[in-house]
């Protein structure tokens, strides 16, 4: 018997790309599907580099880092652009996230976003939409692996609630399990692990004093695990109940900065994991090292070997 183990991290990014392309532009991109993670993959570990104090300095000074930065961005801007004029040109009508943004009017002038601004809205929504998706999805296939009992509590509720149909929208509200299982792997592994918040204003309070200008960083990888929030924090326990702390869990931030793409992540993580576990179990490869590498996003250090069984 020949097995063939595929790297689950690569594929949950080819179908996460495949996603946010039908969301954004109603395009599938399976010709370009390697070329956009490539570059993708590109922007984001640059940008790791550019939110540290010398950032700005990595990409005024020839480098092969620079180089591949620009190079990854042209690729995306002709890809990105290539999808506007097509929308311009086009008299079909869409539903998607192009076409809401296209017909949207300055409330003052009347005049509508110009080709810069509507690619730097899609590129942030494309970035952000893919790299997250695609962590958050191969975490929670990493963990259920390593947690037969939960799987199986996992399928037979989607046996039950999908009777071998494909998932839709409606039933994410019958898939607590589901639900709870994906929130517990984003407690354990949130695919955004750390943001910075610069104070506007000097704070000056009995736990701490901040000068205006100043940045302060919260780590969700590390919030996620405090002991006197979560009860056996280092243990995967879908079960356990939310935090009383209002900020105690924070996978897409809080406040006015809360990720706008929140409910749509939510919708989306259920329904793939229901849709994947209800035709295939996914083991870890034996002896296969897990590690987090900790760059813009969460991400298995060494891809994430795994031998697929169809059920």
């Known amino acids: 018997r020949i097995v063939h183990a595929i790297n689950a991290a690569h594929e949950m990014g080819n179908l996460s790309l495949d996603i946010v392309s039908r969301t954004l532009f109603s395009t599938q991109t399976d010709l370009q599907a390697e070329q956009i993670g490539a570059a993708l993959d590109q922007v984001v570990r640059t940008l790791n580099h550019l939110v540290t104090p010398w950032g700005n300095l990595l990409l005024s000074i020839p480098s092969p880092l620079r180089r591949r930065y620009r190079s990854s961005l042209e690729e995306l801007d002709q890809i990105i652009y290539g999808f506007i004029a097509d929308r311009r040109n086009s008299k079909i009508e869409h539903t998607d996230l192009l076409s809401m943004l296209m017909n949207a009017k300055d ?14 809205e899609l590129m942030t929504m494309f970035v952000a939409g893919h790299d997250t998706t695609a962590n958050a999805l191969s975490w929670t296939l990493y963990l259920l692996s390593q947690h037969p009992e939960d799987r199986k509590k996992m399928e037979e509720e989607v046996d039950e609630v999908l009777k071998g149909r494909p998932a839709q929208m409606h039933d994410t509200a019958k898939l607590p399990c589901t639900v709870a299982i994906f929130r517990e792997s984003l407690r354990m592994y949130p695919p955004v692990w750390i943001l910075g918040r610069r104070a506007l204003k000097p704070i000056d309070t009995p736990l701490i004093q901040l000068r205006r200008g100043a940045i302060v960083l919260v780590s969700m990888a590390i919030l996620h695990r405090r002991p006197e929030l ?58 296969t090292i897990v590690e987090a590498q900790p760059l813009l996003t969460l991400r298995p250090r060494f891809g994430l070997p795994m031998i697929p069984t169809l059920r």
């Open 107 to 120: 409330p003052d002038t009347g005049i509508g976003m110009p080709d810069l601004q509507l690619r730097d």
């Open 230 to 287: 979560f009860e056996e924090a280092e243990l995967f326990i879908p079960s356990r109940r939310e935090p009383e702390h209002r900020y105690a869990f924070l996978p897409f931030g809080a406040g006015s900065r809360l990720c706008i793409g929140e409910r749509f992540a939510w919708l989306e993580g259920v329904l793939c994991l229901a849709t994947i576990i209800q035709k295939w179990q996914l083991d870890l490869v034996p002896g």
